[in-house]
């Protein structure tokens, strides 16, 4: 059974970092790909950043240079560093992963950016 198990959400000023973190279970993590999605209130869920079993990473243009995506296979974890947080990256953020039988979410973790 997947699961996708997000932590480190939070409220943090304008400016300031955070770091979410996806834990992994059920799966040979270092064979998939993984994915951060946020959504916003009343807007639809959108890709942020991902990375593949290689470590080839991909970002929306709106995070590029701020967020950083990263992988500890030893772990089972997927990283999303923010830095230079803005009041539009508030959203709840989702871990991501594909199979060929299904598509898995986690439950999603708020973060609030907000002086």
């Known amino acids: 059974q997947v699961q996708l198990v997000e932590s480190g959400g939070g409220l943090v000023q304008p400016g300031g970092s955070l770091r979410v973190s996806c834990a992994a279970h059920?799966?040979?993590?270092?064979?998939?790909?993984m994915a951060w999605y946020r959504q916003a209130p009343g807007k639809q869920r959108e890709l942020v950043a991902s990375?593949?079993?290689?470590?080839?990473?991909n970002y929306a243009d709106s995070v590029k240079g701020r967020f950083t995506v990263s992988r500890d296979n030893g772990e089972n974890t997927v990283l999303l560093q923010m830095n230079s947080l803005k009041p539009e990256d508030t959203a709840v953020y989702y871990c991501?992963?594909?199979?060929?039988?299904?598509?898995?979410w986690g439950q999603g973790t708020q973060v609030t950016v907000s002086s």
């Open positions: 990375i593949t079993t290689g470590g080839s990473t």
């Open positions: 059920g799966i040979t993590f270092s064979l998939y790909y």
């Open positions: 991501n992963t594909k199979s060929a039988i299904g598509n898995y």
